[in-house]
Structures are given as structure tokens and as C-alpha cells.
């Protein structure tokens, strides 16, 4: 799926555009803590995108740590501008929608978004 | 051919610099593009050095110091910090299990599986804390057969 | 909106507190780590999905009287929190599913309700 549907999908708008804006997204990871985040590691060079609450620079750091080229705010939070510029600097792409996390990751998954298996 | 670093970085970490958690992580990964070509081994021990990082940022009186050690198989982190030390190791080493203040964990920290997610994708773990100070100290092996020769 | 009862039967949750009131129903879900945010959107109709599982939550739950707590990527209280909610009657249960996921599946579920 592509951003731009995804965008269509969760009603959200893209906050910063620089990156892959051309990828093929199947798979999605949500969390607020970073740690959870990092326990994800992709396996094969699948495009991921995570959905979080959380818009400081340690999610774009930890995006960044983790190759995810797209990271999709929920709760219509407020993104403060050094996250919209260390984004831009590494080229992930930032997404802000309205809705809820579970409203978000419902309607994706709804349309086919699939979760990252995740083994303890 | 395995103990003979190539190469060293060094970074302070200040107490409480949740703006900056991830920063020298970012750096440590971007620096190794050179010698890893390998992205899974850069995420692995990115990850490691992250929640290094985020340890000394929000457990620490005072900050602590990284260590970067780069072989040309593997990467040996050390990190470093002066206190106030782990009171039950065991408790820290349980997953879920924090301590991290009520402003570390509105920011997403505090999930309470840091020192985890060292052990998991690290090849090493040493843990050793004292009132004084705690030293953990890991490394990340790198599998890939490419290995660079210096 | 859907009853507890229903809940478990529909999703391979692992229950973990002992004699809650299966018929308690609840219309929303809210997913969120933080904790703060949680205090402010959770009530008596919302289940809520978390990795958090320290006691903290059962404070914010039985403030806001939210009934349902889910861990989400298997994450599991101590005892300790286990037998305060069932004190407090706030139903537990646990799933290996991560959030995203969990959050999904329980959407589906509810739009066919």
C-alpha cells in the first residue's frame, strides 16, 4: 500500500516528505515506548511503518536506528518542528492522523496492513 | 586477527538529556557504514547502543561515558556511569520491571525491557553496578562473512 | 458494544484474574502506553490495550472505572498486580499479539457487533 492511501485510510496528512514517498508499505508496528520499538527488527528489507502517540526526536532517532522509512502520529498530537527537521535530515517520512492508535491500526489493518510477528 | 581494535569512539551522555537519547546511536551507526556493510548487524548493534544510551540518560545522577570499540569482527560497547548504581539487578533484568521518573516514561521511555533488549541481540552482556557507579559492558559480533581486513 | 464473555471467546487471551463479572460490556478501546493519556480517555466503556504493566495502572483504571485492561505482545503483571485487580475488580487478560494487531482484530470484531 502506498502512503498516499494510507493517508487517505487514517485521514491523515503527511508532515514531512522527504524520504521514500514511493514505497510499498505491508506491515505495521505500534507503540508509545521506544523499547518495544527497538525490539523490532526487520528481518527482510520490508518496508515498516510505526504508529505512535509519542513526536519527540527519539522516535525519529529510533526509526532512524531501525531503517523504518515511514512513522505515522496518532491522536492528531502536536509535532514539534526539530522532529519535522531531523526527520527531513534522514529522510523519514512523517505522518499525523487524527484518530486514536486503535482507531488507526483498526482501519489499516481493516485494509490489509499486516503486524510485524513479534517472539519474545 | 580478532583483538586488535581498529578503531574507538568515545561520547558523554548528560543526566536526564531525553532530547538527545538516540543521538550518539545515530552517530555510532552512521560511523560503522564504512565497516559493517552488513544493515542487519548496524540495526542490531544500533539497537544496542540506543538503549545504552537511554540507560545512562535516564538512570544516572551524573551522566555516564560510551565506549566504542571497533574490531574488525565485532563492536564492544562500554558504558559507564558514576551512580546511583542498581539496587536489584535481577529486578532490573526482568522484563517490564523500571524505574525510570514519571517524565522519562511520558516521553516513551521506561518500557522497562532496555537492558533486554541488550542481552537479546548483543553477543555479550556484563553487568557489574556498585553505589558508585554501574559498567555494562556488551558486543555485538558480526556473522556476516564479508568481514573487512585492515 | 460487547460483553467480556463475548470478548473471550472471539480472541486467544490468556485471562488472568480470576471471578470478574464476564457480563460487563464495554463500546470503545483506547491503546496507549502512556500513562497519562490513558487517565484522560479511558472510562467505564473502554477496554484498554498496554505493554504497561506495572501497578500504576490499576491506580488510572479504577480512577476513570475503566473494567478492561489488555496486555498486548504478551506482556504479563506481576501477581502482586493480578490479585489487586481482582480486589479492585478489574479484569486482566493477556495476549501475544502485538499492539497494532491485537488493536485490528479488536476493531473488526466490534464493527460486527
Not at chain 2, 544500533?46 to 560510551?66: K, R
Not at chain 3, 496486555?71 to 485487580?85: K, M, N, R
Request: hydrophobic residues 45%.
Amino acid at each position: 500500500m502506498k502512503i498516499n492511501e494510507i493517508c487517505k485510510i487514517v485521514d491523515a496528512e503527511i508532515l514531512q516528505s522527504k524520504g521514500r514517498l514511493n514505497i510499498d508499505i505491508h506491515t505495521a508496528f505500534a507503540a508509545d515506548l521506544m523499547s518495544d520499538t527497538l525490539f523490532i527488527i526487520m528481518r527482510e528489507e520490508d518496508p515498516l511503518l510505526l504508529i505512535t502517540g509519542v513526536t519527540n526526536l527519539s522516535v525519529v532517532r529510533t526509526a532512524s536506528i531501525l531503517d523504518i522509512p515511514a512513522v505515522l502520529f496518532v491522536r492528531g498530537k502536536n509535532v514539534p518542528p526539530e522532529t519535522i527537521q531531523l526527520a527531513e535530515q534522514n529522510e523519514i517520512l512523517l505522518l499525523r492522523s487524527k484518530h486514536i492508535m486503535f482507531v488507526s491500526c483498526g482501519l489499516l489493518y481493516q485494509a490489509g496492513i499486516q503486524g510485524v510477528s513479534w517472539g519474545m | 586477527m580478532g583483538n586488535v581494535s581498529v578503531s574507538e569512539l568515545r561520547y558523554t551522555v548528560g543526566p536526564s538529556s531525553y532530547d538527545s537519547v538516540g543521538s550518539k546511536a545515530m552517530q555510532v551507526k552512521k560511523f560503522l557504514q564504512d565497516y559493517f556493510p552488513s544493515q542487519d548487524y548496524l540495526r542490531r548493534l544500533g539497537v544496542c547502543v540506543f538503549e545504552a544510551e537511554a540507560n545512562l540518560a535516564i538512570h544516572t545522577t551524573s551522566g555516564g561515558d560510551l565506549l566504542i570499540v571497533i574490531y574488525n569482527n565485532r563492536v564492544k560497547v562500554v558504558a559507564q556511569d558514576t551512580g546511583p548504581g542498581i539496587p536489584d539487578i535481577d529486578k532490573a533484568l526482568t522484563p517490564g520491571f523500571t524505574t525510570a521518573p514519571e517524565m522519562a516514561r511520558q516521553l516513551g521511555f521506561g518500557g522497562g525491557v532496555g537492558l533486554n533488549n541488550i542481552q537479546r541481540f548483543a553477543d555479550s552482556f556484563w553487568l557489574e553496578s556498585l553505589k558508585r557507579g554501574t559498567t555494562l559492558v556488551f558486543e555485538v559480533w558480526n556473522d556476516d562473512s564479508t568481514q573487512f581486513d585492515y | 458494544m460487547m460483553t467480556l464473555r463475548n470478548l473471550i471467546t472471539k480472541l486467544p487471551f490468556e485471562v488472568l484474574t480470576k471471578n470478574c463479572n464476564l457480563d460487563v460490556t464495554f463500546q470503545h478501546v483506547y491503546a496507549s502506553d502512556l500513562l497519562s493519556n490513558a487517565l484522560a480517555s479511558v472510562n467505564p466503556e473502554t477496554a484498554w490495550i498496554t505493554v504497561q504493566v506495572h501497578q500504576n495502572i490499576l491506580g488510572i483504571a479504577s480512577i476513570k472505572q475503566c473494567p478492561i485492561i489488555i496486555f498486548s505482545e504478551g506482556s504479563t503483571p506481576e501477581a502482586s498486580v493480578i490479585s489487586l485487580a481482582e480486589e479492585k475488580g478489574i479484569f486482566l487478560a493477556t495476549s501475544s499479539y502485538p499492539t497494532f494487531e491485537l488493536s485490528g482484530l479488536l476493531y473488526c470484531l466490534l464493527k460486527e457487533e
